[in-house]
């Protein structure tokens, strides 16, 4: 071999190196990324959950609450019509 195909062999070895290492780290910065997006997406979906567990409460209680509310407002105009007679 001769001097400039060694020169050419010993570059092209330097830059799959340089290559290596940097898609190394790139990988483990990716597994690190996908973890925390992972973990993100984790407490994203516990706060929905959550946020519909509420969302079930209040529906549940809503059609009571109308009801009383009704039956009040029925009795609070009641009770004006009755002090109109008075």
Same mark, same amino acid.
């Given at each position: 071999?001769?001097? %400039? ?7 092209? *070895? =330097? ?10 780290? +790139? $990988? ?15 407490? %994203? ?7 519909? *567990? =509420? ?10 609450? +109308? $009801? ?19």
């Amino acid at each position: 071999m001769d001097t %400039a195909t060694q020169i050419l062999v010993i570059i092209v *070895s =330097a830059i799959l190196a340089i290559f290596l290492i940097v898609l190394i780290v +790139a $990988i483990v910065n990716l597994t690190k990324l996908l973890k925390q997006i992972r973990q993100l997406a984790n407490r %994203a979906e516990s706060v929905a959950d959550s946020v519909e *567990s =509420a969302a079930n409460v209040f529906e549940r209680s809503a059609s009571p609450l +109308a $009801i009383l509310k009704t039956i009040s407002n029925i009795v609070e105009h009641a009770s004006k019509v009755k002090r109109r007679k008075d």
